[in-house]
């Protein structure tokens, strides 16, 4: 039976035997490296019991100047194909899958491999990304495609957060994957991750033992900040004048070796808006007030009120008399300090709070 005919005759759960330079590895696999050793052991035993399980692969048909021709591309088995080549073996067992689209492929080679649990930590989280990435799936879909929890999808793509010699040392075996929960508890600080990694190699650490350690990282690092800010004495006698000069407790706190933290404290609303009164900043509260303010003067202005000034005049006898005359804006020439800055105030489109001298 020739390939060609395979097409016609197949069924879904059937099994071929197809040769083996027909066959291609899948671009999408998340394999990524392959034991040599291991792959010697499996080949001797497919020489002696043959190929158990079937590949399973996808077909192609290519437009050749000869004619058609016919390949297969694998969705799960790269391996056992690897290993058969070293065995010898010219043609395999393999099962045909109808669907080819992309996804598809990258899922049955994903889940193929995860249900035999042999992908290494660093290839799961790749596969778990690219999932992600390429086809649009949250870390749910992901979990329920492959039969995981969102927490463990969650977890193992943080991985790829590690620094490139830890995840090394994962790939290849220097440490498992139950070191990496004390690592990544450490993320925000790259340094004592390498501390602890290291450690865990040279001391073989056990994962109890790496998670103590990276407890005492984290206390030493959180004592050594407090000591940093206890032993500046240059910190505190800054605070201190710039809350004499200031007239609100300020606090200067180092942050490393170039960096130092300003913060003050208010015990109230009145004394906070004391504090901005002195240096001439507002509130919001304030602006709006007056902003308001000005709005009413405005209105009233526009509405035709105009403000009348009261002027006293004495008489030749002593008494005094006060009389109200209306202003005369044609009449009057230059006019009081009051009524200049008030035009100009007017004339600019503002309102202007002055006073009279």
């Given at each position: 039976m020739s390939d060609y005919e395979l097409p016609r005759i197949r069924k879904e759960s059937g099994v071929f035997w197809v040769e083996v330079e027909k066959i291609k590895p899948n671009t999408m696999q998340p394999r990524k490296v392959f034991n040599e050793d291991r792959l010697k052991e499996l080949s001797e035993s497919i020489r002696q019991y043959g190929v158990l399980q079937p590949l399973v692969v996808i077909r192609h048909e290519k437009?050749?100047?000869?004619?058609?021709?016919?390949?297969?591309?694998?969705?799960?088995?790269?391996?056992?194909?690897?290993?058969?080549?070293?065995?010898?073996?010219?043609?395999?067992?393999?099962?045909i899958r109808e669907d080819s689209s992309e996804k598809i492929k990258l899922e049955l080679a994903l889940i193929e491999n995860l249900q035999r649990e042999d992908l290494s930590?660093?290839?799961?989280?790749?596969?778990?990304?690219?999932?992600?990435?390429?086809?649009?799936?949250?870390?749910?879909?992901?979990?329920?495609?492959?039969?995981?929890s969102r927490e463990f999808v969650s977890n193992t793509i943080r991985l790829l957060g590690l620094p490139e010699e830890i995840q090394e040392g994962l790939r290849s075996g220097l440490i498992n994957?139950?070191?990496?929960?004390?690592?990544?508890?450490?993320?925000?600080?790259?340094?004592?991750?390498?501390?602890?990694?290291?450690?865990?190699?040279?001391?073989?650490?056990?994962?109890?033992e790496a998670e103590e350690m990276s407890r005492k990282l984290v206390r030493d690092r959180v004592a050594r900040r407090t000591r940093m800010e206890i032993e500046d004495p240059e910190s505190q006698k800054l605070g201190q004048q710039l809350s004499d000069v200031l007239g609100a407790r300020v606090m200067v706190?180092?942050?490393?070796?170039?960096?130092?933290?300003?913060s003050m404290e208010?015990?109230?609303?009145?004394?906070?808006?004391?504090?901005?009164?002195?240096?001439?900043?507002?509130?919001?509260?304030?602006?709006?007030?007056?902003?308001?303010?000005?709005?009413?003067e405005e209105n009233l202005e526009e509405a035709g009120f105009v403000m009348n000034e009261s002027v006293e005049q004495a008489d030749a006898e002593g008494n005094k008399t006060e009389q109200t005359e209306p202003l005369d804006s044609e009449n009057t020439q230059g006019g009081s300090l009051d009524e200049i800055e008030k035009k100009e105030g007017e004339e600019k489109g503002g309102w202007l709070k002055y006073f009279s001298v």
């Amino acid at each position: 039976m020739s390939d060609y005919e395979l097409p016609r005759i197949r069924k879904e759960s059937g099994v071929f035997w197809v040769e083996v330079e027909k066959i291609k590895p899948n671009t999408m696999q998340p394999r990524k490296v392959f034991n040599e050793d291991r792959l010697k052991e499996l080949s001797e035993s497919i020489r002696q019991y043959g190929v158990l399980q079937p590949l399973v692969v996808i077909r192609h048909e290519k437009e050749v100047p000869s004619g058609a021709f016919v390949e297969y591309e694998i969705i799960a088995g790269e391996r056992r194909w690897r290993a058969s080549q070293i065995a010898g073996l010219t043609q395999v067992p393999v099962i045909i899958r109808e669907d080819s689209s992309e996804k598809i492929k990258l899922e049955l080679a994903l889940i193929e491999n995860l249900q035999r649990e042999d992908l290494s930590p660093m290839e799961r989280a790749v596969a778990f990304k690219q999932l992600i990435s390429d086809f649009k799936m949250r870390h749910h879909e992901v979990g329920a495609k492959v039969g995981k929890s969102r927490e463990f999808v969650s977890n193992t793509i943080r991985l790829l957060g590690l620094p490139e010699e830890i995840q090394e040392g994962l790939r290849s075996g220097l440490i498992n994957e139950g070191h990496t929960r004390p690592l990544l508890s450490l993320s925000k600080q790259q340094e004592d991750q390498i501390v602890l990694y290291k450690e865990i190699i040279y001391r073989k650490m056990n994962v109890r033992e790496a998670e103590e350690m990276s407890r005492k990282l984290v206390r030493d690092r959180v004592a050594r900040r407090t000591r940093m800010e206890i032993e500046d004495p240059e910190s505190q006698k800054l605070g201190q004048q710039l809350s004499d000069v200031l007239g609100a407790r300020v606090m200067v706190e180092r942050k490393g070796p170039t960096v130092k933290k300003i913060s003050m404290e208010f015990f109230s609303e009145e004394e906070l808006q004391d504090f901005l009164s002195r240096v001439g900043l507002q509130t919001m509260q304030q602006q709006f007030t007056q902003e308001t303010e000005g709005e009413e003067e405005e209105n009233l202005e526009e509405a035709g009120f105009v403000m009348n000034e009261s002027v006293e005049q004495a008489d030749a006898e002593g008494n005094k008399t006060e009389q109200t005359e209306p202003l005369d804006s044609e009449n009057t020439q230059g006019g009081s300090l009051d009524e200049i800055e008030k035009k100009e105030g007017e004339e600019k489109g503002g309102w202007l709070k002055y006073f009279s001298v």
